[in-house]
């Protein structure tokens, strides 16, 4: 999406938010909508609950970012509501949550507190909606979020499914690799100049360093839908849900929680969590997906042990491959993960 496109979506902003407000009613005679705060970890938290029959298998996300609500996707995944109950959570630190509760009212936010939070979640889900277990979802920054639930509570849920999936440090340095890749090919001196200066050491970048590296890594593939033009800033544009003062909260939320999460995201690694997981474990991963290298993804992949495990690539996507290809996401799960469930459910 180019500039003049973004100007126009900012044009067309009150009726694409009206569109997709008649897009979002659900009428079903047992369907569930619902948002509100929950207390979670001790402060109220923002959680969102859409499907047209709440007997459906629960597909509970957890968002990336840092801080970086989801919830502006909820009509990018409006088919997948027939098929599964969609749980958004906006975390300690992000979106509406950041806006409830401040900065001095988010707490510590560190990877294990966000892990705990997730897990206080999934249980008030399983008692709200009467569900043995979850489909647990989680993308981009939250995918090490998820992985950590996975590994300590197995017994909530029917399978993880990792997309974009972070692995550890190696993600960014080939991910930095690609990007100078991407921008040679294209012949971008001043970008090829301005990620050199970087550096390919992730242990060395500053927060600047790692925004501008991201930056570049968006712009050097074009290929597939652009993360931040193309996905993020047009359903936010349009969500019906969120006001401007949501977008403001949105991006201070991210700023603020990167700040603390920042020298544990470029340190963290999945390996030290065990390769054995006591659950079906799945990678649905754009196939050039460059912010978390695919390759990186499906070396870790191979090497864990589950008792059931596959990995998918979402043909024609990168980052975000979830709402940048809808449609085969959603065929994914119906194929591969849905009849788990339904199997559970039987014995």
Excluded at 274 to 297: K, Y
């Amino acid at each position: 999406m180019s500039k003049n496109n973004i100007f126009m979506e900012l044009v067309l902003r009150k009726s694409n938010q009206r569109k997709n407000a008649q897009k979002l009613i659900i009428n079903t005679p047992n369907c569930i909508v619902e948002e509100r705060f929950v207390k979670i970890g001790g402060i109220d938290q923002w959680v969102t609950i859409r499907g047209e029959d709440r007997n459906n298998p629960v597909l509970f996300f957890i968002h990336g970012g840092p801080a970086a609500t989801y919830s502006i996707f909820s009509p990018l995944l409006r088919s997948w509501e027939k098929h599964f109950t969609i749980v958004q959570w906006d975390q300690r630190g992000a979106g509406k949550t950041f806006r409830k509760n401040g900065k001095d009212g988010s707490g510590t936010i560190t990877f294990d507190r966000l892990t705990l939070d997730g897990i206080e979640v999934a249980e008030h889900l399983l008692d709200h909606l009467d569900q043995e277990k979850l489909i647990l979802v989680g993308s981009s920054v939250g995918s090490f979020i998820g992985t950590i639930m996975a590994k300590r509570r197995p017994d909530l849920f029917h399978a993880y499914v990792g997309t974009d999936q972070n692995v550890s440090p190696e993600s960014q340095k080939l991910s930095y690799q690609m990007t100078l890749d991407g921008l040679r090919a294209a012949g971008n001196t001043k970008g090829v100049q301005a990620v050199e200066r970087i550096g390919p050491d992730p242990t060395r970048w500053s927060r600047k360093d790692f925004n501008q590296k991201n930056q570049w890594t968006i712009k050097a593939i074009t290929t597939v839908p652009n993360m931040i033009t193309d996905i993020i800033l047009p359903a936010m544009l349009s969500s019906p849900d969120h006001t401007i003062h949501d977008f403001i909260d949105i991006f201070k939320g991210m700023n603020y929680s990167l700040n603390l999460l920042f020298d544990e995201l470029l340190a963290f690694d999945v390996h030290k969590l065990g390769l054995r997981f006591e659950l079906p474990f799945f990678i649905f991963q754009g196939d050039t997906d460059s912010v978390t290298p695919t390759a990186i993804a499906k070396e870790y992949f191979d090497e864990i042990e589950t008792p059931y495990k596959e990995f998918v690539l979402i043909k024609n996507a990168g980052h975000l491959a979830a709402f940048a290809r809808t449609d085969q996401f959603l065929d994914e799960l119906i194929k591969r993960v849905r009849p788990l469930v339904l199997a559970s459910n039987m014995i």
